[in-house]
């Protein structure tokens, strides 16, 4: 069972920076993809970045030039910077892994229990 410990978030006014940092445990099996999702209230969740094993990174069109996703493989580590916050960024940010599973042939996803980001003045 893999577990994601999320960490990071909170208060910080428009235009401020926040880094967001995810620990994963008790993974048996390699972390191909790991990534942020962010859920605010009245949406649904939704992509931030994603990044895989090998470095490469997918970004939500609103994040692009804001925030950047990088991973600590040997740290089983995935942050996000954030920078040039804005009010619209105010929600619940989600860690995701996507564990392989090389004796089941199966890719399982697994969550974090989520951090708030508040942008306010």
């Known amino acids: 069972q893999v577990q994601l410990v999320e960490s990071g978030g909170g208060l910080v006014q428009p235009g401020g920076s926040l880094r967001l940092s995810c620990a994963a445990s008790?993974?048996?099996?390699?972390?191909?993809?790991m990534g942020w999702y962010r859920q605010a209230p009245g949406n649904q969740r939704e992509l931030v970045a994603t990044?895989?094993?090998?470095?490469?990174?997918n970004y939500a069109d609103s994040m692009k030039g804001r925030f950047t996703i990088s991973r600590d493989n040997a740290k089983n580590t995935v942050y996000l910077q954030m920078n040039s916050l804005k009010p619209e960024d105010t929600a619940v940010y989600y860690c995701n892994a996507k564990v392989w599973n090389v004796l089941l042939s199966k890719d399982n996803n697994y969550w974090g229990q989520g951090t708030q980001v508040t942008v306010s003045s």
């Open positions: 008790g993974s048996r099996f390699s972390i191909n993809v």
């Open positions: 990044i895989t094993r090998g470095g490469s990174t």
